[in-house]
């Protein structure tokens, strides 16, 4: 008797959980208590293995929705990809007709940034010579040095690209080091890397020009809906966080081949 009754509360628990019907379920135990209290009296061990297989299925449901619902959004991203502003005034790293584009929303002092950093760094040199990265400042973090080094990154750029990115490799590659030795440690990176320019990227650092840019990376992320770093919009398809590499292989894969 109890094992028919603990199959029967098994569904009805999974069907509960699975739905989200939760009136069924108080209805049911408030008309009808002694359904619980005899399964667990007969077989409280049988009725807990029971209730913990249940959460188990229920969580693969809930896995195999959150995948299918993953897999959807993504075919409406590649049949209505993103379109980020891409001006050639920016710095961009890598061949300018690459055929794939990978805009990065990213804070010089965020943790999962740097781990980003590091991702993109062997897409980068996996995929040679077909990836352009243009890097975009959102200094979400609060931290002390995030505004400073997205304005330097700035500043530098608008006098080389290829030195901004320079900039960009040294603070990812020890992120600690900034933070703790703060403004000076932003001018010696700047001018190791500037020499006799150095004082330009300072003076350049509050102008009309580098705050107009940061102000449209803000603009654009608010209309994406980003609000944490990094965020990246790979061939207009938008992934979030640090993903992992696969991730980003997948969407470069697949549009490479599109354009084959």
Do not use: W
Request: glycine share 6%; hydrophobic share 40%; net charge neutral.
């Amino acid at each position: 008797m109890s094992k028919s009754l603990i199959r029967g509360l098994s569904l009805l628990l999974l069907t509960v959980f699975a739905t989200g019907c939760a009136k069924i379920i108080k209805n049911t135990i408030e008309k009808n208590p002694e359904i619980i209290f005899e399964v667990m009296k007969k077989d409280p061990v049988k009725f807990i293995d029971t209730l913990n297989e249940a959460g188990r299925q229920y969580q693969g449901l809930k896995a195999k929705e959150e995948l299918a619902n993953q897999e959807k959004s993504m075919e409406d991203q590649f049949a209505n990809p993103l379109t980020p502003e891409i001006s050639e005034k920016r710095a961009i790293r890598g061949p300018k007709d690459a055929p794939i584009t990978i805009v990065e929303y990213s804070d010089f002092q965020c943790g999962y940034c740097g781990k980003a950093f590091a991702t993109v760094e062997k897409l980068m040199a996996e995929y040679k010579g077909k990836i352009r990265l243009v890097y975009k400042n959102l200094p979400v973090t609060g931290a002390p040095m995030s505004k400073p080094a997205a304005e330097a990154f700035e500043a530098i750029a608008t006098i080389n690209s290829d030195k901004a990115y320079e900039f960009h490799d040294v603070v990812f590659g020890n992120q600690g080091a900034l933070s703790q030795g703060g403004e000076d440690e932003l001018k010696k990176i700047v001018s190791k890397i500037m020499g006799s320019d150095a004082e330009k990227v300072f003076e350049k650092m509050g102008s009309d020009e580098v705050q107009s840019r940061l102000s449209a990376d803000r603009a654009e992320a608010v209309e994406y809906k980003i609000n944490g770093t990094p965020a990246f919009v790979v061939e207009g398809i938008f992934l979030n966080g640090a993903q992992p590499i696969e991730k980003f292989k997948q969407i470069i894969d697949r549009k490479l081949a599109a354009k084959k």
